[in-house]
């Protein structure tokens, strides 16, 4: 079809056109730990803490009391630590009146705590200690640290450092033992137990005083260069044996590295799988600080048996897969192989793990058929020494697993974990970093009375497609979710928490859970967020993170504006575009700029990441473009504000507000035109009808130039 359009031209004719989130931030807790059964004062520092109300805690067993902002850098509280508090980190958080703070950690141990005092950078002024207690220090720039301590012959003495693991600078710390002549008796930099983090235990030789050295490994420091040193007569073993087992069961186990030789224990393993389990050994009355790690699965563990050297003499059993396999590189050269039936069609993950469980051994992985050919093998993944083969079962039979040392060294400590587990379908909700490597700024959700808070929440599905549901269980009183279902093409939502005019000031640990909408799938997963502590060279990378599995949700005070978005009146079609009209509802005198972040948008749709709303003014249009691809249908969409009041960005955002997205009814070309000024001309379009209509069309021609006009015409 083609249409004709007059187009008047005057004879003038002219042309022309013409933060980062500053939530509440602790940046130390001080001191870094303190031990379970007592009660002690704690200094947070940071920025925008003066209306510090709450701080809370992901795991149970510590409580915080008397918490009083002296300043808006400062807050002091006291905390009272159970004495079934978990040893080890703990994540917190801190609730102001307007926000919710980053995340800090602060640790539990079995013992009192020391403070360092100064000076004691060298020998002769050592502090005087005794063992069983933990001491809070710091190692300044080319610091080193002593402390000398009384022992008697034949007593084990172990240290145990918590350093990088506080979550600080790139701090690699060496610990050592030394007698009153200054000889080592013992030294540890990095172990596979505790990461750049040192551990060690030793026997002593005579009675005597002893001194401890603490230094960062290449004479590094600051300010902020934190340590937890435990001193004690505990045991420290370094690895276990078995290092995991099967749900439910008794499993005899082999702690392995303590210098008083191999110590047994019976464990009974928690009823479901836990693969971050863990376990601390306890002798004589003194429990070691960290855990070793035991891995729980839901299949049956096999051990090993030597020898098993060759294919020909692999360990054989009559189970299928899955399977896991326990065993030891225990001297040079040595090659373990195991044999087990799979069927056609299964597809596994095998992983085979070491030094995810403490293990020196750097292992090699390989897969055989029945007839001893290779079918597939790993040395390194995933930025570790472990290594994985993934594999789709080519038929029934039997096959062999093979693990060695990538140089063939071995040991009684080079024991490892091979894990075959099978692919099932599993997906995981968390939240979009809100900048290049951030983890910590806008993961968590400060709702202001009366308003709304949104956030984008990203969906990872593995090994299944279909539409999914987002649930919340335990929102703070008067805070209600909203959150539309996830196609099977869709891998984002928009989330909206909304809290009521009186809802009370607090917070809550929100469990997200996200499911399947067929429940006959019984698929369901969690929220979960990476949280990167410590950060390094090469290239940023992280060297030690957190996982937290629940969302601080929280009521804050009122902000003086909300966010209203006004819906389009007609769908946007494939191809086309549409400016979205924003309103921010000011409360009187509050004129500050407004900044505009639309919370996820239907595949296919395209928009600025943001828009301003001016110094007094109410009003942007957000641009929302449509490829040619956009998926159809109704689609709920949310635009969070945020404003600087001058201590920090106020948040507030849209309800979500349906948009339509269809194919259109025409595509037209614009044929080019020529007119001279002060004449009239025509303009050809061509029109292609993509699907029909009822009644008439009007067709006008926008952006044309200043004082052009022309007329619109109507067509069937």
Known sequence: MNLLIRLVLPAIMCSGFLVHAAEPIISNVLPRGGQAGSEMEVTISGNRLKDSKEIFFYGKGITAFDVNATNDKSVQAKFKISKDAEFGQHELRLRTKSGISTLKTFWVGPYPNLAEEEPNTSFEDAQEITINHTINGVVKNEDVDYYEFNAIKDQRISLEIEAIRLSGPLFDPYIAILDSNRF??????????????????????????????????????????????HIGDFPRPLIAFPSGGQAGKLLEVTFMGDPTGPIKKKIQLPSKENLGFGYRVEQNGSIAPAPNAIRVCEFPSILENEPNDTIRTANVTELTLPLAFDGIIEKEK?????????????????????????????????????????????????????????????????????????????????????????????????????????????????????????????????????????IAENLPVGVTMRVPKAPSSFNSVPVVFEASPDAPLGQSLVNL????????????????????????????????????????????????????????????????????????????NFTAPITLRIQTRPPGIGAKGTVSIAKDKSTAYYSLTANGGTSLGDWDIAVQGEANNGNGIQLASSPLTPITVEDPYLS?????????????????????????????????????????????????
């Open 668 to 716: 037209i070309k614009i044929n080019m035109a020529a007119i001279e000024r002060g004449k009239e001309g025509e303009i050809i379009c061509d029109l292609d009808v993509k699907r029909p209509f009822e009644g008439m069309a009007s067709l006008s021609i926008r952006g044309l130039p200043a004082f052009a006009t022309t007329t619109d015409q109507e067509f069937d």
């Open 334 to 470: 040595d090659v373990d192989n195991f044999k087990f039936k799979a069927k056609k069609g299964q597809k596994f993950n095998i992983y085979a793990h070491a030094q995810s469980i403490g293990s020196p051994l750097d292992p090699v992985l390989n897969l055989y058929d029945d007839k001893g050919k290779s079918i597939k093998g790993s040395d390194d993944a995933n930025n570790g020494r472990d290594s994985l083969i993934t594999i789709t079962i080519p038929k029934d039979g039997n096959y062999t697993l093979r693990v060695r040392d990538h140089l063939y060294a071995g040991g009684e400590r080079f024991v490892y974990r091979l894990e075959s587990h099978p692919f099932s379908p599993q997906v995981i909700a968390s939240i979009p970093m809100f900048g290049n490597r951030d983890t910590q700024s806008r993961q968590m959700i400060p709702v202001a009375r009366g308003n709304k808070a949104a956030t984008a929440l990203n969906l990872s599905r593995k090994n299944f497609s279909g539409e999914l549901e987002v």
């Open 184 to 229: 080592e008796i013992a030294t540890s930099d990095d172990t596979e137990l505790l990461l750049q983090d040192s551990t060690l235990s030793t026997i002593i030789p005579k009675t005597g005083k002893y001194f401890l050295e603490v230094r960062e490994s290449s004479y590094q420091g600051g300010n902020n260069y934190y340590y937890r040193l």
């Open 513 to 588: 859970k996200v499911r399947h909408t067929d429940p006959d799938k019984n698929i369901e997963g969690n929220f979960n967020h990476n949280l990167a502590l410590v950060y390094g060279p090469p290239n940023n990378r992280t060297y030690y993170e957190s996982t937290l599995k629940h969302l601080s949700v929280g009521v804050v005070e009122k902000v003086p504006f909300s966010i209203l978005i006004h819906p389009p009146a007609t769908p946007i079609v494939r191809g086309g575009s549409v400016n979205l009209k924003v309103e921010a509802i000011r409360d009187t």
